[in-house]
């Protein structure tokens, strides 16, 4: 079918809604907010908090962010280290702290245009969208990972521009009710359009769809590099307190971790375990050592062991503190 037809993208707003209706993750806390002062706020929250993270993990730590910082004014007057100890565990802490500086740029509310959400920290066009449809009820069109996935195998395009798929995203739009239309994408694309072996028999789209029949192709995948990198932390004990070093580094900025060592310095040191840890583009294998701390670099600080959960920890350094101290 042509979607470029009215008669048929009215088809195809029909068996959209009527899968949602039927499939949709509809109980997910920031999906229920229609009347919710705060709305807007929460969908913000909810938006950051699901960037390259799964639902299944980010609703608990939603329901626990919104009861610490139930207003975008609260978020704004908290102290960063209290925002990055409430974000703990979730990982990416960049989307913490710039959540935490938008909200103090915005004043009482999150603006209604997308050139003024685009112009906070850490808002790219799809977040924008998503804020104005699910926060603001304005009828918007976004594109993410996994609508653009959808959209791909829709028009059939291996290798399809950003313009190209707003472009598609603002032509399939249902006005009438982009919030049920916008969320139906969003599920299909996680539930149905997988990356791999797509649920294509059970797709509401399929008659829709021009490159079911070579799903691989679109969009074609992207090779993805890694680097393999060894570090070796100190663990350093005085009394009941342990040392730590709060980074300054863009990726842990304001997060506490184990001082590091050169790998080399580690090798003759007792070895309390050794375990793998991934972010970005590394995989690191971590050792954690003994240390006497003298010759440490960065500022380090000695943190009673009572008083760790009360600072924002990286996972890096949970991790490593498990081998020496189980309930870190």
């Known amino acids: 079918m042509q979607l470029s037809h009215a008669q048929n993208r009215r088809a195809f707003h029909a068996a959209l809604l009527e899968w949602y209706a039927q499939n949709g993750r509809l109980g997910l806390p920031w999906r229920n907010l229609h009347d919710d002062a705060q709305r807007a706020y929460k969908v913000y929250v909810s938006e950051i908090m699901l960037q390259q993270t799964q639902v299944q993990v980010v609703v608990p730590y939603f329901a626990r962010f919104i009861a610490r910082f139930e207003s975008l004014q609260e978020l704004a007057s908290a102290q960063q280290e209290e925002v990055l100890r409430q974000w703990q565990g979730l990982g990416y802490y960049t989307r913490a702290r710039n959540m935490h500086k938008a909200a103090q740029l915005c004043g ?52 399809p521009r950003a313009s190209e798929l707003e472009e598609k995203a603002q032509m399939l739009l249902n006005r009438e009710d982009s919030f049920a239309h916008n969320q139906a994408l969003l599920d299909i694309g996680a539930a149905v359009c997988l990356p791999k ?30 680097e393999c990198k060894h570090i070796a932390l100190a663990f350093v004990r005085r009394g009941d307190c342990v040392a ?20 080399q310095a580690a090798e003759n040191r007792l070895c309390f375990g050794s375990f793998k ?27 009673p062991i009572a008083k760790l959960d009360s600072i924002p920890l990286s996972s890096l350094c949970r991790k490593a503190l498990g081998f020496v101290l189980p309930k870190a």
């Open 197 to 226: 072996n797509p649920a294509c028999s059970a797709c509401p789209l399929l008659r829709f769809c021009k490159g079911a029949s070579a799903w691989e192709r679109y969009p074609e995948p992207k090779r993805k590099t890694t």
């Open 108 to 159: 009482a509310s999150l603006p209604q245009s997308m050139d003024a959400l685009l112009r906070l920290p850490g808002i790219g066009r799809y977040t924008a969208g998503a804020i104005l449809c699910f926060g603001f009820a304005q009828p918007v069109s976004f594109v993410d990972a996994n609508i653009r996935r959808v959209l791909a195998r829709l028009f059939a395009l291996p290798n």
């Open 277 to 303: 840890h991934s972010y970005t583009r590394y995989r690191l294998d971590v050792s954690v050592c003994a240390h006497d701390g003298k010759g440490l670099a960065g500022d380090v600080v000695f943190v």
């Open 244 to 263: 730590l070093v709060q980074s300054r580094e863009r990726l842990y900025h304001g997060l506490y971790n184990l001082p590091e060592i050169p790998p």
